[in-house]
């Protein structure tokens, strides 16, 4: 019997391969008895990378492929892979588990369920041969925890940076951390628990991706809105006033040694809670000028540099780099459309501060700027490293992106804040993967990967599928009339 003839659609990865050659009318059943060769240029790892990818493909395809060693072919090194699909076998090639990693998220957004059933009964993918390897170092999303975020969106979020060949994802908490040691921080009943981070992390640590804690240590000390006139601490205890500065507690009052001792245990406690990763997020971007009488009589821009190197310095005793956002750094008004809040000689830090901090560049702006990137060299020039972050704006990602690769920076970090719903989610994801690989962004298939995401964490309620909780408004307190 002739077996079907097929025209496979063009496959859409995030991130797009830099090479591909696609066999489209080839149909590869991915069936058990299908040859799994795998190569891995460090022996330590083979074994551990045949037990990740048998895994996952038992997870995603129902199969328990035999997964066979083969000798490496030479140019495998650091997080290249190669995938080749083809009748009868699937060939991986990489320098360890990472592209073993990527090699398999690539199959698995090219395989469809087999055609003409009712039920899922097998998978298919077209034949193909992939090489890929990242442009950038450092690829990474930035989330919030709000108190009003599921922790299911955030895993969903986690788990979609490791599809997507991610290998960070920076997690601030808005008065959501739940402290031990400081009952009194943050909001009653935050949900972001030394449980549930473990709970993440370990879901992360699987796809390769290291979570982030991130922590404010100057400005944006109340962990909320400031449109929305909350204060995770003073709402609610009023005692703890002296640690802020007066105007409704924006910073962190850094002339107070006990605000000092308190922010330094903050970042101890919720840097073991992360698992002591080798980044740490201090924020320290939007401060407001002192409003403390004690401040303002200080050199406040030394008052600044020592807080923050000193917990630079702190995480540094700890395996850390403190990571900080850069608008404090450059003098408002010097750098054009680039965001720039130093109002009072707060540049100057950037003489002093430690070399380990890595600058996190944010810049938002749709399109390439007609400028260039000047801030990306800036800062490399001043002896740190940076990652450039970029919001929503595809065009704007693929060209800071491009220029931060240029400029010799360690990667990107995309950020999302409190946009991680409707298609504003594919925007940041997959703008940020292109960018951090290398290649365009391409979105055709961002619904489907967002559904599967949703099938390994098991989803099973309305208000978690999809990316809007609700799609039409749910109208209450409606007085009904008798035969309305």
């Given at each position: 019997?002739?077996?079907?003839?097929?025209?496979?659609?063009?496959?859409?990865?995030?991130?797009?391969?830099?090479?591909?050659?696609?066999?489209?009318?080839?149909?590869?059943?991915?069936?058990?008895?299908?040859?799994?060769?795998?190569s891995?240029?460090?022996?330590?790892?083979?074994?551990?990378?045949?037990?990740?990818?048998?895994?996952?493909a038992?997870?995603a395809?129902?199969?328990?492929?035999?997964?066979?060693?083969?000798?490496?072919?030479?140019?495998?090194?650091?997080?290249?892979?190669?995938?080749?699909?083809?009748?009868?076998?699937i060939t991986?090639?990489?320098?360890?588990?990472?592209?073993?990693?990527?090699?398999?998220q690539?199959?698995?957004?090219?395989?469809?369920?087999?055609?003409?059933?009712?039920?899922?009964?097998?998978?298919?993918?077209?034949?193909?041969?992939?090489v890929?390897?990242?442009?950038?170092?450092?690829?990474?999303?930035?989330?919030?925890?709000?108190?009003?975020?599921?922790?299911?969106?955030?895993?969903?979020?986690?788990?979609?940076?490791?599809?997507?060949?991610?290998?960070?994802?920076?997690?601030?908490?808005?008065?959501?951390f739940r402290?031990?040691k400081?009952?009194?921080w943050?909001?009653?009943?935050?949900?972001?628990?030394?449980?549930?981070?473990?709970?993440?992390?370990?879901?992360?640590?699987?796809?390769?991706?290291?979570?982030?804690?991130?922590?404010?240590?100057?400005?944006?000390?109340?962990?909320?809105?400031?449109?929305?006139?909350k204060?995770?601490?003073?709402?609610?205890?009023?005692?703890?006033?002296?640690l802020?500065?007066?105007?409704?507690?924006?910073?962190?009052?850094?002339?107070?040694?006990?605000?000092?001792?308190?922010?330094?245990?903050l970042?101890?406690?919720?840097?073991?809670?992360?698992?002591?990763?080798?980044?740490?997020?201090?924020?320290?971007?939007?401060?407001?000028?002192?409003?403390?009488?004690?401040?303002r009589?200080?050199?406040?821009?030394?008052?600044?540099?020592?807080?923050?190197?000193?917990?630079?310095?702190?995480?540094?005793?700890r395996?850390?780099r403190?990571?900080?956002?850069?608008?404090?750094?450059?003098?408002?008004?010097?750098?054009?459309?680039?965001?720039?809040?130093?109002?009072n000689?707060?540049?100057?830090?950037?003489?002093?501060?430690?070399?380990?901090?890595?600058?996190?560049?944010w810049?938002?702006?749709e399109?390439?700027?007609?400028?260039?990137?000047?801030?990306?060299?800036?800062?490399?020039?001043?002896?740190?490293?940076?990652?450039?972050?970029?919001?929503e704006?595809?065009?704007?990602?693929?060209?800071?992106?491009?220029?931060?690769?240029?400029?010799g920076a360690?990667?990107?970090?995309?950020?999302?804040?409190?946009?991680?719903?409707?298609?504003?989610?594919?925007?940041?994801?997959v703008?940020?993967?292109?960018?951090?690989?290398?290649?365009?962004a391409?979105?055709?298939?961002?619904i489907?990967?967002?559904?599967q995401m949703?099938w390994?964490?098991?989803?099973?309620?309305?208000?978690?599928?999809?990316?809007?909780?609700?799609?039409?408004?749910?109208?209450?307190?409606?007085?009904i009339?008798?035969?309305?």
């Amino acid at each position: 019997m002739l077996a079907a003839a097929v025209a496979f659609e063009q496959p859409h990865i995030v991130p797009t391969p830099a090479k591909a050659d696609w066999q489209l009318d080839q149909c590869v059943e991915l069936k058990p008895e299908l040859q799994v060769a795998m190569s891995v240029v460090d022996d330590r790892q083979r074994e551990a990378c045949a037990d990740w990818f048998r895994r996952h493909a038992k997870d995603a395809f129902g199969v328990d492929w035999k997964v066979t060693s083969w000798t490496h072919p030479s140019g495998l090194k650091d997080e290249k892979y190669v995938l080749h699909v083809s009748a009868g076998n699937i060939t991986v090639g990489a320098a360890g588990l990472d592209g073993v990693r990527y090699a398999f998220q690539t199959l698995r957004q090219i395989a469809m369920p087999k055609r003409g059933t009712l039920k899922v009964e097998g998978w298919i993918a077209p034949g193909c041969k992939v090489v890929d390897e990242p442009k950038s170092k450092f690829r990474g999303i930035h989330l919030c925890w709000f108190p009003e975020t599921k922790a299911s969106t955030l895993e969903r979020c986690i788990r979609l940076a490791g599809y997507y060949k991610m290998n960070a994802v920076v997690l601030e908490t808005w008065g959501t951390f739940r402290s031990e040691k400081y009952p009194w921080w943050g909001w009653k009943d935050g949900a972001m628990t030394k449980a549930e981070i473990r709970r993440l992390k370990a879901i992360a640590d699987d796809l390769g991706v290291t979570l982030v804690p991130q922590f404010n240590v100057f400005g944006h000390a109340s962990m909320s809105r400031s449109q929305s006139g909350k204060h995770a601490v003073l709402d609610l205890n009023r005692a703890y006033q002296p640690l802020f500065e007066p105007h409704h507690g924006w910073n962190w009052c850094l002339s107070n040694p006990e605000a000092q001792k308190a922010v330094d245990g903050l970042v101890v406690e919720m840097h073991e809670a992360f698992g002591n990763p080798p980044y740490f997020h201090i924020g320290c971007d939007e401060a407001h000028p002192p409003s403390c009488p004690t401040c303002r009589a200080q050199d406040y821009v030394g008052l600044i540099a020592s807080n923050i190197t000193r917990v630079a310095t702190l995480l540094e005793k700890r395996g850390a780099r403190a990571m900080m956002w850069h608008d404090m750094l450059l003098k408002q008004g010097a750098w054009g459309r680039f965001y720039a809040n130093a109002k009072n000689g707060e540049e100057k830090m950037l003489g002093v501060l430690p070399k380990s901090i890595v600058i996190c560049d944010w810049f938002y702006n749709e399109g390439v700027s007609p400028e260039g990137y000047p801030t990306f060299a800036h800062f490399r020039k001043a002896g740190f490293d940076v990652l450039c972050s970029p919001w929503e704006s595809v065009t704007g990602t693929a060209a800071q992106a491009k220029a931060a690769q240029a400029a010799g920076a360690l990667g990107l970090l995309g950020t999302t804040w409190h946009h991680v719903y409707k298609r504003a989610i594919a925007n940041q994801f997959v703008s940020t993967a292109a960018g951090a690989w290398g290649t365009e962004a391409d979105s055709y298939g961002f619904i489907d990967h967002w559904r599967q995401m949703g099938w390994d964490m098991g989803v099973d309620d309305y208000d978690d599928c999809g990316y809007v909780t609700e799609q039409v408004p749910r109208i209450t307190n409606i007085e009904i009339k008798p035969g309305g």
